[in-house]
């Protein structure tokens, strides 16, 4: 099985700048005037914040200069007029750029978290539409996490790279400028070389950090995968008494993740004393520069402090890049994944104009059907049958014959390879997936349950279900009684995949919620296999009455409960081999008969059993203490 980090960890096939063209559509977004006015108002503050910044310095040299003795000015004036009226407006103008900065973020914050909402939706859509095959082959805990850690990603690249990188990159050739014109052009190329010597590293220091930020995650992806599938199979660990096991896998990817994270981390403390060392050596340059002129008299006080200030609030937002970009560069890396997801095809697909299933009488046909997962290995061979409208077919054989295959593709989550598939005429392939499904009514063998409420779970046949349709649904699928037992009624949670509830409990809550649906065409795939004989008598019961004037489809373990069907089919190795009603098939003498006579002669031991345990005589022991 391949991983997500597998399959993501390809920069020459998808790159960066696709990661940002793909997030680019999600900020200036189809018909939302509302939030490109936010854009264009966000990026009119950000500039109006910069320029205010960068002429801060300007008044801060000012009023030193004003400060200084001058035979131009008297005391008074020196002391008092120029430097107050200086230092105002440079208070002011550090507030109008904090101002404009905090305006430009609040302005633009329901740009990003909409931007932030609809990629998390449309991956999670689109993930909902991928075939079962898909989702078969991948890993929960894994896609959870990818998920996860992509969202992040785009919070992180909205606040930070069109806050921050822009904004700096403006900053950078505004304050550059201002060397030149100010200073003169030896300054101006002093700290071009450093900046550029600065961005240079950084760059490609971060790049050369990537690969270890790639291990951690395809690590962190492994441990969660890992526990999130221990954590599931709960019971299974206890069983077995495998929790030092688990807990020894657990640790081993975590160790793995731990000596990534070492090696991150030490790469890490490499890039902050190289960016130091760049930034002192620019900043020292060019202050032995100022300095000498201020001595030959060529610059004043106030120039060496603008030369500092200039280089300081250059430097402060470099070293803050610094950080930012190996953020931004870990997040387009996690972002890239995520983006993978939505590239991934899908393979069953509605045709363009699709019309809805037109249901008139729910009769379903399959038509020469062929199918196989893999070219090498065929599950159906030529499979033909119908189930007229209102009644029941079964489908009986040995387990890996092809019993489920049928209903999956009954379902259309997989195309078939030949053949057709028809309700009342319709080749499926034909009409939309939606309308397919919702005529089609499911109670599988393993009922898994959300980790809700019963009435959530009842309720989701159909969502806009009243709680009276519910209740009235649960009383038909005789779960009601039980239900009102309960402390919390219908509120009452049932745990992760309904571990709360029985077998049979769970089971009658599958046939509420079908009922519920109120489908044409009913599937039942083994739905009582996995119970005892009394439980799956009263289910049985349950299954009838809802199974009454509508097509039912019936895969069955135990022949015992599919003899009243119109037709049992029998497969073998993908092919119907047998076809007919009970009592034909019985006639017969073939695989079916075999198959009955061999459920009942294990029918009949069991019964035996259960008699000789009942005539056993009850052993008492007493819990009584001996004397020593």
Do not use: C
């Not at 620019?282 to 120039?303: F, H």
């Not at 009838?544 to 069955?556: N, P, Y």
């Amino acid at each position: 099985m391949r991983s997500l980090e597998a399959d993501a960890d390809h920069d020459s096939e998808y790159n960066h700048w696709q990661t940002i063209r793909a997030l680019a559509p999600y900020l200036w977004p189809h018909g939302r005037s509302d939030l490109k006015a936010r854009v264009v108002i966000s990026l009119t503050l950000l500039v109006l914040a910069k320029v205010i910044g960068v002429y801060v310095p300007f008044l801060f040299k000012d009023a030193v200069n004003a400060l200084s003795p001058s035979p131009q000015l008297d005391a008074v004036t020196t002391a008092i007029a120029v430097p107050v009226g200086l230092i105002v407006a440079y208070g002011i103008a550090r507030v109008l750029s904090q101002a404009f900065g905090e305006l430009r973020d609040a302005v633009f914050v329901r740009v990003g978290l909409n931007a932030l909402r609809e990629v998390a939706i449309n991956v999670f859509d689109h993930l909902h539409k991928l075939s079962l095959r898909f989702h078969l082959e991948r890993q929960t805990g894994g896609l959870s996490r990818v998920i996860e850690r992509g969202t992040k990603g785009i919070d992180f690249l909205l606040r930070f790279m069109l806050f921050n990188i822009l904004p700096t990159l403006l900053e950078l050739v505004i304050i550059s400028v201002a060397f030149w014109i100010n200073f003169g052009v030896l300054y101006a190329v002093v700290t071009f070389v450093s900046l550029s010597g600065y961005i240079l590293f950084t760059v490609k220091v971060t790049d050369w950090r990537l690969k270890y930020r790639r291990e951690m995650n395809r690590e962190d992806n492994e441990a969660n995968t890992k526990a999130i599938d221990s954590l599931i199979n709960f019971e299974t660990v206890k069983y077995f008494n495998n929790e030092h096991h688990e807990v020894s896998r657990f640790n081993s990817a975590m160790r793995r993740y731990e000596e990534a994270g070492i090696k991150s981390q030490t790469s890490l403390a490499f890039l902050n004393i190289g960016q130091g060392l760049i930034i002192s050596v620019g900043l020292i340059t060019v202050m032995l520069m100022a300095a000498s002129e201020i001595a030959t008299g060529q610059l004043t006080i106030g120039d060496f402090v603008l030369a500092n200030a200039l280089l300081i609030q250059i430097y402060m937002p470099l070293n803050f890049l610094g950080f930012v970009y190996r953020e931004i560069k870990q997040s387009l890396v996690d972002m890239e994944k995520m983006f993978t997801l939505l590239e991934q095809k899908e393979e069953v697909e509605d045709k363009a104009a699709a019309p809805d299933l037109e249901l008139r009488g729910a009769e379903v046909r399959f038509e020469n059907v062929d199918f196989f997962y893999d070219k090498d290995r065929q599950i159906l061979k030529d499979i033909s049958f119908t189930v007229p409208a209102g009644t029941m077919t079964a489908i009986v054989g040995a387990s890996g014959a092809g019993k489920s295959t049928i209903s999956r593709i009954l379902y259309r989550f997989y195309d078939i390879a030949a053949g057709r598939v028809m309700v009342d005429g319709q080749d499926i392939r034909d009409i939309t997936q939606a309308s397919l499904r919702q005529a089609i009514g499911i109670v599988p063998q393993d009922t898994v349950l959300f980790n809700d409420t019963i009435m959530y779970n009842i309720r989701y046949g159909r969502p806009d279900a009243s709680d009276e349709e519910v209740i009235s649904a649960a009383k038909m699928a005789h779960i009601h009684e039980f239900v009102a037992q309960l402390p919390d009624q219908y509120e009452t949670m049932v745990g992760e995949r309904g571990l709360k509830l029985s077998g049979g409990e769970k089971q009658r809550v599958a046939i509420a919620r079908t009922i519920l649906k109120n489908p044409g065409i009913l599937l039942l795939d083994e739905a009582t296999s996995a119970l005892d004989t009394h439980t799956e008598r009263e289910i049985q019961s349950s299954l009838k009455s809802i199974a009454k004037e509508r097509t039912s489809l019936v895969i069955a373990h135990r022949l015992s409960t599919v003899v009243d069907a119109n037709e049992i089919l029998v497969l073998e190795k993908g092919q119907v081999v047998e076809r007919g009603k009970h009592q034909a098939l019985l006639a017969l003498d073939g695989k079916y008969a075999a198959m009955w006579k061999k459920q009942q002669e294990a029918a009949v031991m069991r019964e035996h059993l259960a008699d000789l345990e009942n005539a056993m005589p009850q052993t008492v022991v007493e819990d009584t203490p001996k004397k020593v």
